[in-house]
């Protein structure tokens, strides 16, 4: 049976690397959306190399009510028997480095909002499809930095990411229990320190303060989140993991 994946942010790192992961299998249809996937060379690679029935590309900028309207309205013919799986991975990351002094306001806002009212926006969005399908599971990327037990290990470097993800990983243990109950998985991963434009903001700061930190391959990253997203189970709903399949404490 044809199982069906919606991928966000999609166009490069993390979010390619599943989709690629994900075609390798024949019995999975993938939706991968991005903000401009025309431009995306990984994805139009994979797109002329795979049929439209396993791969569709969808434009989808989280943060713009009109491009959600417009991707529902693209996917609801190609979802008939609903949205198996939903992993929100698109992510910003627009000050690594920033002390608190120094942090653009603006900016932790947009961060913020980015990480909480786009992400309600398409998760509310896409519920009726995965409501609609068999295995229901929703995965969040979040980071071990937004965990208030163990966060706190790294001062100073990135400070409004961490402030966002903690506001996801509260937003996603609160609205994850009531899902539950509608006999939707939801969690939570951290996906690692990878090797993507957006790890490489924190760089000189490991270098300094924690060198003996490596970097993964965005593909390790994508096989773990994968292997956590196919053996989640309603019972492990609003579990906290790292890409490792270990938990990360809240």
Do not use: C
């Not at 431009?39 to 009109?66: I, Q």
């Not at 290990?153 to 990983?169: D, E, F, R, T």
């Not at 292997?227 to 989640?232: H, R």
Request: no cysteine; proline share 5%; aromatic share 8%.
């Amino acid at each position: 049976m044809v199982s069906s994946w919606l991928i966000t942010g999609a166009s490069r790192g993390i979010g390619l690397s599943m989709v690629e992961n994900l075609l390798n299998d024949e019995n999975n249809f993938v939706i991968a959306t991005a903000r401009n996937p025309s431009s995306s060379e990984g994805l139009k690679a994979l797109s002329e190399k795979y049929p439209s029935s396993r791969l569709a590309l969808v434009k989808l900028d989280v943060t713009k009510s009109d491009d959600i309207a417009k991707a529902v309205e693209t996917i609801t013919p190609l979802l008939p028997n609903g949205l198996d799986h939903f992993i929100s991975n698109a992510g910003v990351f627009p000050q690594p480095l920033a002390t608190f002094d120094e942090l653009d306001l603006d900016e932790l806002l947009h961060e913020l909002k980015f990480n909480t009212v786009s992400i309600i926006e398409v998760t509310r969005a896409l519920l009726p499809f995965i409501r609609k399908s068999e295995k229901k599971k929703i995965i969040f990327i979040s980071s071990i930095l937004g965990s208030i037990s163990v966060g706190g290990v790294w001062p100073g470097v990135a400070n409004a990411y961490a402030i966002s993800k903690a506001s996801l990983n509260m937003l996603v243990r609160k609205w994850g229990s009531v899902l539950k109950m509608e006999g939707i998985a939801v969690s939570i991963v951290h996906p690692g320190w990878v090797a993507t434009d957006l790890g490489d903001g924190v760089k000189p700061w490991m270098e300094k303060y924690n060198p003996d930190a490596a970097q993964i391959p965005s593909e390790e990253a994508a096989a773990g989140i994968l292997k956590i997203t196919n053996n989640l189970t309603l019972e492990d709903t609003t579990s906290f993991y790292s890409y490792d399949g270990t938990t990360i404490g809240w």
